[in-house]
C-alpha cells in the first residue's frame, strides 16, 4: 500500500508506523513527487489495527486524508485496520450493534463525580425485561474510561462475538481508572479530591470500583446482580486492579482476568480468593513483555495453590494487538 | 498566552487560529528558542471555543501537549476554550451531566443500521418513571452525529442550562443527517443502500427522521410522545432538514429552529404551518453568513404570513461560535 502526503516546503518527510521493528524509533523515508506530494509504497503488514503518522523536519503529523483516528492517551494517531482472521472481529459488525453510552457515578470516596463507558449489548433496549451479566474492563496507566473503545475496539469485538454466537450477550463497564480524574478530555472539573496519593489510599480507586461503581451499575443497568455475572478484566496497571480487586473482594467476581498484568498475589491471597470460587481465571501475558515475568511467577502460585487457570501466553510485548486478542479470546469463556 | 512547539529541523513555523480575521488563511509567525521550541505571545481572544494548529514548513501540525481536541468532519483540531460569560456554559457542568450514549436504529428507508447521538439529562437513569421532551437537533453538510456533541458542546451547554435551571431536563436527539453514511468514523460498513441520490428520494433522510428515528426515540427513551413535546432544529443542511421536516410533517413538531439555515418555504407552506400550530419558532442567522438573506426571506414569509417567531440575528457568520449561541439561547425558550 502507498502512504501519500502533500507538503510543499519539507526538506526531510519519512513515515511512521506500528508495525515497524521499532515502533518508537524506526522510520522510512518517503519521496517527493509530482505536486510536492510525497509517498512510499510498503508490503502490507500482517492482519492487525496500526497506527501510524508522517514525520515532516523532525515533526509529527496525521494523516489528513484518514477520518479514522485513535487516540492513546496524550497522542492521536491515524489507523490502520489490515483485514483477515486476527482483525475479522475488530471492524463493524454486520447488522447488530450494542449501544456505548457514558454515564457519570457520584463517588464519595474519590470526592467527585467521574465519567464511565458502557457498551451494553444489541437488543438491551428492545427487551426491558431482560438481565444481563457485567465485564469490568480496566484500562493501563495512560489511559483513561475511553481506551479500551478506542484502542481496544471493544464494542466491534462484543458486536462480532455476540452475533456470531460465540459469546454471551453482557454488559462491559469501562471505568476511569485514575483517581484524580473525573473523565478524560474534559474542562474546568472541580478539584476537590481526596488525597489519593496517600499511602493509607492506594487502594482507593479499586474500592470505589467495587464499592461504588458496581452497585451504581447494578442499580441503573438490567444486570444480574451475582458473582457468577461479574467478570473483571484488566490490562497493566488495571491488571493490577484485577488482582488487588480479587483479593480485596474475593466474593464479588467469579470471573477474573488479569492481563499483561503489574501486580502480584501471595499464595495465601490465592488460597482465600480459590475458598471464595472462581470460575475462570485467565492469566495472559505476551512472552516479550516486560511483564511477563511477572505473570509467570503469578502462574505458578495459581498452580501451587490449585487454583484451576488459564495462562494463556502469546508473542509480542505490552502492546494493545495483545490485549484486542485477550478480549477476543476470553470474552468467548465468560458466563457459560 | 504562548504558545510553543518543539520542531528541531524546521525552516518555518507558523501558528493558524480561528480567532484570526481570516481563519482559513491567516498565519503568524513564530520564533525559534532554545532547544528549538518554536514560541509566539499572542493577546487572548475574546471569550470563546477556538481551533487552531501549527504550520511546519506548509503541513499542519496539531498541538502534541493538548489533548483537547474537536473533529469538524475530517479534520481533527486542537481547542482552546477562553473563559468569560460567553462561554460560561461550555465547559463541564459543576456537578450534574447528563448522559450520552450511541445507540443504532434500523433505517428500512435508508437500508441499513445507522447510529445516532443520544444526550439524557442528569437524573434521566434515576427517575425511572419520569418522561422527558426531546429536541431533535441536526448537523450540517460534512458534519456527522458526532459534530454537535463536539464542536457544538450540547452536552455541556445542557448540563450547565438544567442544572442552573434555564432550561427544562430534555433528550437531545443528534442523528446522522447523510443518507449514504450509516455513522461517523466506522469502517466495513455493508453497502446495500437505497439510491439516496435519485430525485425521488431527496427527502429520504428526513422520511427517515420522521417516521422512523422519532418512533425509535419514543419507543426506547422515556420521551413524551406529543408535539409540544418535541422540538426540531438544526444549522444549515440541517436547518434546510428542520423546514423541510416542518412543512412535510406540520403536526410533529411544536418548536422549529432552523439555525444559518439552507432552506426555504412558500407563503402556502408556512399557512399551513401555522394552522397546525407552532409554540416557538425560533429563527437564527450571523449577519455576515452567506446564508443571510435565505433567512430574511423566511422572517419576511413568516412576517407575511403571521406566524408569530424570533428572528435571531447575531454577529459573525457561518461558525459553530454562533451555533454554540443559538443552542445556549434557544433552548432555554424550549418546552416552557
Redesign the interface.
Known sequence: MTFR????????VKLSGSWMPNPYGDTIDMTRGENNVWSVKIALPSPEIYTYNFV???????D??N???Q?D????LPML?VPGERTEN???A????G??????YDSKILGM?R?LTVYTP?GY??SPKKKYPVLYLLHGAGGDEEAWISMGRTAQILDNLIEKGLAEPMIVVMPNGNPGQ?????????EKQMNWRAPENQNAYVRSLCEEIVPFIEK?FRAIAKPEARAIAGLSMGGGHTITASILYPQLFDYICPLSAAGSATPEQIAALKKAGVKLYFLACGDTDFLFEGSQALDKTLTEQGLDHIFFVSDGGHVWSNWRLYLNTFAQKLFK
Open positions: 502526503l502533500k507538503a510543499d516546503y519539507a526538506t526531510v515532516v523536519d523532525g515533526v509529527a503529523v496525521n489528513p486524508q477520518v479514522l483516528v487516540r492517551g496524550t497522542r492521536y485496520l475488530y471492524g463493524e454486520v447488522s447488530r450493534h449501544t456505548v453510552s457514558h454515564p457519570w463525580s465519567r444489541y433496549e428492545a473525573a473523565a478524560a478530555r474534559t474542562l474546568n472539573i472541580p441503573n
